[in-house]
């Protein structure tokens, strides 16, 4: 049998984030968790990762890292997750403490000790990789993939054009898709789509499973903020998108592309511009703004056996 591949994820928790966590750690070598600011503060965020470890009986480590962007100043708590980042259910209590490494720190480390094998799922604002990868160059040799959920292709959330992560810290975000990494994208234009409704949140909590059932109450909350904020009728499960090319690939179609992410734009800043014109070599002469591809690009995705195989692996916890 095939080793499954080795993940180690870069979140700020968040009701997807949990639902990501929980599915890697069913399907792939989760070696562990670090936190970011982002959803909310950097100390609930981490707390939310504890909890979400603790309620899948997960024992990973955890290391806590930036707790503000490289250069602009923090955006507020997302309303969105509710005032701890994680609201809508009793979560139970940590089980263990996180390391006494920063997150950025500890990507290396991981990176180092598996090279070549390691994919870091990017859930939140970029700024630890960045920092990573500012501290360690040969970190864009000892890693496998970055996947991220961040971006779109057209419309965003947090502006008209720009999705949270990536405006939550834009200057890291660039150092990341610049850095020669191979990497995943997987914007807000196909996860907005892609989700919980409320007959998927009712197959939940009928299991009658503690885990199933104390996230139905958390994605029940989450469903509810969505439909005052965008009158969307599903949960949008943003991150764990990222997590499921390694373990069912025919589910999302990726473009190989190139990314850039807008620094300097008034109403832009934050936009990742994905080049998806198909230019031929012929034309290539009479375009601006060519660049090598540097990220495959969602562009859709098989939402219904998407979100099964999600609430399939939900079950299985007790």
Request: with cysteine; hydrophobic share 50%; aromatic share 4%.
């Amino acid at each position: 049998m095939a080793s499954r591949p080795k993940i180690l994820i870069d979140c700020d928790p968040g009701h997807d984030d949990a639902v990501a966590i929980l599915f890697a750690h069913r399907h792939l070598d989760l070696v562990g968790v670090t936190t970011v600011h982002g959803n909310n503060t950097l100390a609930n965020t981490t707390l939310n990762a504890l909890r979400v470890l603790a309620l899948g009986a997960i024992a990973v480590p955890v290391a806590a890292g930036a707790a503000v962007p490289l250069v602009q100043d923090a955006n507020p708590p997302a309303a969105l997750h509710g005032s701890s980042g994680l609201d809508g259910a009793s979560l139970p209590a940590p089980v263990a403490a996180p390391l006494a490494l920063h997150g950025a720190e500890f990507i290396i480390e991981m990176a180092s000790k598996h090279r070549g094998a390691l994919v870091l799922a990017v859930l939140g604002p970029q700024t630890n990789v960045a920092l990573a990868l500012r501290r360690e160059p040969r970190l864009k040799d000892w890693l496998a993939e970055i996947t991220i959920m961040g971006g779109s292709t057209a419309l965003g959330n947090i502006t008209p054009v720009a999705e949270f992560n990536i405006h939550c810290d834009p200057e890291a975000a660039a150092i990341v898709f610049e850095s020669g990494v191979p990497i995943r994208m997987v914007g807000y234009n196909v996860t907005r789509t892609t989700g919980f409704d409320g007959h998927d949140i009712a197959r939940l909590r009928a299991s009658g499973r503690g885990v199933a059932r104390t996230m139905a109450d958390l994605l029940d909350f989450y469903l509810h903020k969505q439909r005052q904020a965008f009158a969307l009728e599903l949960a949008p499960m943003h991150d764990v998108c990222a997590i499921v090319p390694y373990v069912a690939p025919q589910l999302i179609d990726y473009a190989h592309t190139s990314v850039s992410v807008e620094l300097a734009g008034t109403h832009t800043r934050g936009q990742t511009v994905c080049d998806l014109r198909n230019v031929q070599a012929a034309a290539a002469l009479h375009l601006r703004g060519l660049a090598p591809a540097n990220a495959r690009v969602a562009l859709a995705a098989r939402a219904r056996p998407l979100i099964d195989l999600v609430i399939d692996t939900l079950l299985t916890y007790p």
